[in-house]
């Protein structure tokens, strides 16, 4: 069973910055695909930032050149800097694991995702 741990979140002030780490254990296949994702109340979980098995990473639109996704040493390890936060960046943030590889051009889809996390609050407010 896999099981993904989020950490990391909290509340910033406009500007300010936060790490999120993600740690999956217990998966039985490799991991073809491993990223962040969002999700607002009553609307559909969206995708922030993945990374694949050889390092290829995509971004939203709307944090590209303020977020940044990387591997730890462990290769089931990610994290996302989040740099110059703005109060549309307050949402829920998932850690999500795709065991295939997602198709060039969609692996923002969250349906290429099978095994997520329990999210972490980011707050951006003033």
């Known amino acids: 069973q896999v099981q993904l741990v989020e950490s990391g979140g909290g509340s910033v002030q406009p500007g300010g910055s936060l790490r999120l780490s993600c740690v999956a254990s217990?998966?039985?296949?490799?991991?073809?695909?491993m990223g962040w994702f969002r999700q607002d109340p009553g609307k559909e979980r969206e995708g922030v930032a993945v990374?694949?098995?050889?390092?290829?990473?995509t971004y939203a639109d709307s944090v590209k050149g303020r977020f940044t996704i990387s591997k730890g040493n462990g290769k089931n390890t990610v994290y996302l800097e989040m740099n110059n936060l703005k109060p549309d960046d307050t949402s829920m943030y998932y850690c999500?694991?795709?065991?295939?590889?997602?198709?060039?051009?969609?692996?923002?889809?969250?349906?290429?995702?099978?095994?997520w996390g329990q999210g972490t609050q980011v707050t951006v407010s003033s």
């Open positions: 999500g694991v795709s065991p295939g590889a997602p198709s060039s051009g969609s692996e923002l889809w969250v349906g290429w995702y099978n095994y």
């Open positions: 217990g998966a039985s296949f490799s991991i073809s695909s």
């Open positions: 990374m694949d098995s050889g390092g290829y990473t």
